[in-house]
């Protein structure tokens, strides 16, 4: 019998392959979130905190939501009130044998304790962007500052700001991936070991197009459109919709252009979620749009 291989064609590392789609998007004939218009759209914005750790004392939103042009502020006694949910945990890692997995739901917003940098405060919706910056200028903030660890070494210490109370050292999950046996065998049996203290900085996403998002609502058929540029719409969809409690068939998303992910838009995050909030409540499109340094301070890193 006589074989004929397939194909002579090699595939593989180091083979050109020609590439489709770069030209639509060199040419500027992309098309991205940021690129929707429609005149009814009423602008987001998200007044944020300036601490990565602290306890809320005060917030008054009464000044902002009287100023030009603002349509609602919401804060997490809104979202509370009207039954959303935090962000679920979107991955569930499997811990080492003998240890377990602390998972924390994100909060849409934060009123008592600040956990992050960035964390949001209020979600200020206005008939301009401008209106919606004005207004957040407004807002009354107290807060005591506490204490933060931004070391990942110092952070797993017995006596490092606790980010939960309830997550000793800050260490969620211990997992390992290998056979520690062998690994041990081997340092056992060698003729040198090296040892040497290697830092991997952190990554900080600066994509072509920063997070964005925009919201739809149909009373009439009582459903949500939101157009995002996330990397995975489906279960993106999924988890907004135990946030928002909804049935799947009730919230469609769309993606144009991502506009650049990396990984960082490979999470669900709470700008999604106030958009379709305020979309439905306010029954008209609510965009937002995340700018160039903002996002530094509210995307999820990596490392």
């Known amino acids: 019998?006589?074989?004929?291989?397939?194909?002579?064609?090699?595939?593989?590392?180091?083979?050109?392959?020609?590439?489709?789609?770069?030209?639509?998007?060199?040419?500027?004939a992309g098309h991205f979130t940021d690129d929707y218009t429609d005149a009814r759209c009423a602008h987001g914005f998200v007044f944020r905190t300036p601490v990565a750790h602290g306890r809320i004392n005060r917030l008054d939103c009464t000044q902002a939501r009287q100023a030009t042009g603002v349509l609602a502020v919401y804060t997490a006694q809104d979202l509370r009130a009207a039954g959303l949910q935090a962000l679920p945990c979107v991955s569930s890692p499997k811990p080492r044998p003998g240890t377990?997995?602390?998972?924390?739901?994100q909060p849409l917003l934060v009123?008592?304790?600040?956990?992050?940098?960035?964390?949001?405060?209020?979600?200020?919706?206005?008939?301009?962007?401008?209106?919606?910056?004005?207004?957040a200028e407004l807002i009354e903030l107290d807060?005591?500052?506490?204490?933060?660890?931004?070391?990942?070494?110092?952070?797993?210490?017995d006596k490092a700001p606790a980010v939960w109370d309830d997550t000793p050292n800050n260490i969620c999950f211990d997992w390992e991936l290998g056979d520690a046996q062998a690994v041990q065998t081997a340092f056992a049996t060698a003729a040198h070991i090296v040892r040497l203290n290697e830092r991997n900085n952190r990554v900080v996403i600066g994509a072509l197009e920063p997070r964005g998002a925009v919201a739809d609502y149909s009373a009439a058929e009582n459903k949500l459109t939101l157009l995002t540029g996330t990397q995975m719409p489906v279960p993106t969809r999924n988890a907004l919709c135990k946030v928002l409690n909804l049935t799947p068939d009730q919230l469609r998303v769309m993606v144009h252009d991502v506009g650049g992910g990396f990984g960082g838009k490979n999470s669900v995050y709470p700008e999604q979620v106030l958009v379709l909030y305020a979309a439905r409540q306010l029954g008209r499109p609510v965009r937002w749009q995340s700018e160039r340094s903002e996002s530094f301070i509210s995307d999820f890193q990596g490392r």
């Open 143 to 157: 807060y005591q500052s506490l204490d933060s660890c931004i070391e990942a070494d110092a952070a797993i210490q």
């Open 1 to 28: 019998m006589r074989t004929q291989p397939l194909s002579t064609e090699q595939f593989g590392l180091s083979q050109a392959v020609t590439r489709r789609e770069d030209e639509r998007l060199l040419t500027g």
């Open 100 to 105: 377990a997995f602390i998972p924390h739901l």
């Open 111 to 135: 009123d008592d304790t600040v956990r992050c940098i960035g964390d949001g405060l209020a979600f200020i919706v206005a008939e301009t962007l401008a209106q919606a910056r004005d207004a």
